[in-house]
């Protein structure tokens, strides 16, 4: 009886913890990649969890933007490069940095031919990321009253690849090491990094809105703590941490062909109705 009396206090009290969890939706900045692994080792690991949170990590697609979903209610915590950030401070929307876990800056712009000065992209074809955060870059050959055609791309380096713009926007982590792969020779003096011209400005931090961190200081100062205990376990198992990763990008794959299906079945739908 004592057992049994026991066991039902145990199951009682384990209700009580997971109704008392602080649900909420973190939404990066773009599809699953190691950019973000601190946050889905932080969640792999029970991190968020053991602080009380129900945490569900929810990827951006290239027509629903992370600011969108943060505006529609569709999460309540983001990343964004600190311009950017900025830039959306700057229309109205009131940000918190709440973590800033990038402290430089890894965008660059890599060339078909030798970059000796930032006047060597003057009358360039430079290939930026269609879905934003090129900001550094516009700024950039405004100030220095460059005449560059940018022409937008969705998320690889598949036009510079085939010759058709002259250089593309690049990150460090990124894009840089999909050329290697891809057997393209990138010579240093065909990279112009934004930090070695003065503009080495910080990246990706985490944010929520004004009102939500108002009203959920708490829960948002526990995220921000396993957050911190995810990126600092990643830096010291990269392989584990690889696999953490690559198990997502499967995981937000799934979901983006699934929104590609519906959105696909949708327009079916439209296009039948109208031939009736």
């Known amino acids: 009886m004592r057992k049994r009396l026991f066991t039902i206090l145990i ?28 946050y889905y080792v932080a969640l792999e690991k029970g991190f968020y969890k053991r602080e009380g949170l129900k945490v569900h990590i929810e990827h ?12 529609r209610g569709e999460c309540q915590l983001i990343t964004q490069p600190l311009i950017s950030a900025i830039r959306q401070i700057d229309k109205g929307l009131h940000l918190v940095n709440l973590q800033q876990t990038s402290q430089n800056n890894s965008e660059m712009i890599i060339s078909n031919r ?11 074809r430079i290939g930026h990321w269609k879905a934003g955060y ?4 516009f700024i950039m050959a405004l100030q220095h009253g460059l005449r560059i055609e940018w022409i937008p791309f969705v998320q690889n380096v598949n ?3 085939s010759g058709a713009i002259d250089a593309t926007m690049a990150m460090s982590y990124n894009e840089y090491f999909q050329l ?24 990706d931090g985490l944010y929520v809105t004004a009102d939500y961190y108002a009203t959920h200081k708490t829960a948002v100062d526990k995220f921000v703590k396993a957050n911190r205990e995810g990126w600092e376990w990643a830096a ?18 799934v979901k983006i062909k699934k929104k590609g299906e519906r959105k696909n079945s949708q327009d079916n739908k439209v296009e039948d109705n109208h031939h009736e």
Request: net charge negative; glycine share 4%.
């Open 11 to 38: 199951a009682i009290a384990t209700c009580v913890v997971v109704l008392g969890q602080e649900e909420m939706v973190f939404t990066p900045q773009w599809t699953a990649q190691a950019q973000f692994a601190g």
């Open 60 to 71: 951006p697609y290239a027509s629903n933007s992370c600011i969108n979903m943060l505006k």
């Open 114 to 124: 030798p970059i000796k000065s930032i006047k060597s992209l003057n009358g360039l």
């Open 134 to 137: 090129s900001e550094l870059a």
């Open 159 to 161: 036009l510079f690849i």
């Open 180 to 203: 290697r792969m891809s057997g393209i020779k990138i010579p240093n003096d065909h990279m112009f990094c934004f930090a070695d011209y003065g503009y080495n400005i910080p990246e």
């Open 236 to 253: 010291v198992h990269p392989e584990e941490t690889l696999e953490i990763v690559m198990k997502m990008t499967k995981i937000d794959d």
